[in-house]
């Protein structure tokens, strides 16, 4: 499972505070999302559908924190 992945990565230190380890990060966990969605048998369509609700997932949070009054005011 895919989040079982990133706690893994994460008790290695492969997710680290830096733009670069974060950009290896990422990609893991992209490649190891995709791998496991084909092969449970999920078409490049359906995987492309669950990107992209993945994204509108995030753009949907980020719009609500943009909209938060400032802590620190």
Do not use: H
Not at 9 to 36: H, I, V
């Amino acid at each position: 499972m895919v989040p079982e992945k990133m706690l893994e990565l994460k008790a290695q230190g492969l997710l680290a505070m830096n733009a670069a380890a974060d950009a290896r990060s990422a990609r893991m966990l992209a490649q190891a999302f995709y791998k496991e969605l084909r092969a449970e048998g999920f078409t490049p369509q359906q995987v492309i559908a669950a990107s992209n609700e993945l994204l509108e997932l995030l753009t949907a949070d980020l719009k609500v924190k943009a909209e938060l009054p400032a802590a620190d005011a």
